[in-house]
């Protein structure tokens, strides 16, 4: 299966600032990922299947990929067995060129 291209995903670098923290609504075991933003509503489909964490480091993936920031920047505050999540950034820039 391909990998989504950063190309399909909307910019969400302007969430890369530290201590910044967001709201992801998520959908596991999708047909594909994907990774959509209406205003302040976030939204990501994952193919990962809800269990042992997978679906979560999936959206983590996501998240980082269209930040442009390295995963281990973002971390999971609430939300770890809810398709609601609240992640946190804690880096400290943006990697994006």
Do not use: C, H, W
């Not at 269209?66 to 990697?95: C, D, H, N």
Request: hydrophobic share 40%.
């Amino acid at each position: 299966m391909a990998r989504p291209k950063l190309r399909d995903f909307p910019d969400l670098s302007d969430l890369a600032r530290p201590g910044q923290q967001f709201t992801v609504r998520v959908t596991p075991k999708a047909a594909s990922a994907r990774l959509t933003r209406s205003g302040d509503d976030l939204r990501a489909a994952v193919t990962a299947a809800p269990e042992n964490g997978k679906a979560n480091a999936a959206v983590q993936a996501l998240l980082a990929k269209a930040m442009g920031v390295a995963p281990s920047e973002l971390t999971l505050v609430r939300g770890q067995t809810s398709r609601i999540k609240v992640f946190a950034y804690s880096g400290s820039g943006i990697s994006r060129s």
